[in-house]
T-cell receptor, first 111, second 116 residues
């Protein structure tokens, strides 16, 4: 079973910030939070990951709560090209293992 | 640098036929994965290989076999295809690179398989 819970779909107006939540209440101390997105029927694309500190890159920001039981992916200025399914996954950071994707959140950017 | 490549892109099989899906990566990654994605669903892990010579079952391994031929190549075989295996199959690879504990996965473009 996936270790994360996400809303099945969300809408966001173009130009606004899109905030995508993820619940991972059973996360272990050595597990990182990763975010991917899948545009149309392409292969998923990595966005960002973090352990406990907030992270930012050219694509997005990741906010992880202090207890690490939930996180939020922020797309600061959403465009139509950000319409995609967004997946939140957790995985151990120091070794390789099964990587389980859930059903993700389908984000619709509205013009 | 092609990243992760998959062949074929499309395939139609009859029930009971066999075939092998090929995957190759040119990033010198140790880990490789096979996922399937059914319409409107998320990705489900079939098998993965943490390093050359090792393979492990994922969430949905029944009906599939895999071979890690070498570090570059990881193939997925359907011995006797069934309509329930109609899906899009994605291969991925990853490696511990960059800043500590970065295990970014790179995905191929997918193989669209229909079993009639």
């Amino acid at each position: 079973d996936a270790k994360t819970t996400q809303p099945p779909s969300m809408d966001c107006a173009e130009g606004r910030a899109a905030n995508l939540p993820c619940n991972h209440s059973t996360i272990s101390g050595n597990e990182y939070v990763y975010w991917y997105r899948q545009i149309h029927s392409q292969g998923p694309q990595y966005i960002i990951h973090g352990l406990k500190n907030n992270e930012t890159n050219e694509m997005a920001s990741l906010i992880i709560t202090e207890d690490r039981k939930s996180s939020t992916l922020i797309l600061p200025h959403a465009t139509l090209r950000d319409t995609a399914v967004y997946y939140c996954i957790v995985r151990v950071g120091w070794r390789d293992d099964k990587i389980i994707f859930g059903k993700g959140t389908r984000l619709h950017i509205l013009p | 640098n092609a990243g992760v490549t998959q062949t074929p892109k499309f395939q139609v099989l009859k029930t009971g036929q066999s075939m092998t899906l090929q995957c190759a990566q040119d990033m010198n990654h140790n880990s490789m994965y096979w996922y399937r994605q059914d319409p409107g669903m998320g990705l489900r892990l079939i098998y993965y290989s943490a390093s050359e010579g090792t393979t492990d079952k994922g969430e949905v391994p029944n009906g599939y076999n895999v071979s890690r031929l070498n570090k570059r190549e990881f193939s997925l075989r359907l011995e006797s295809a069934a309509p329930s295996q109609t899906s899009v199959y994605f291969c991925a690879s990853s490696e511990l690179v960059g800043r500590p504990n970065s295990y970014e996965q790179y995905f191929g473009p997918g193989t669209r398989l229909t079993v009639t």
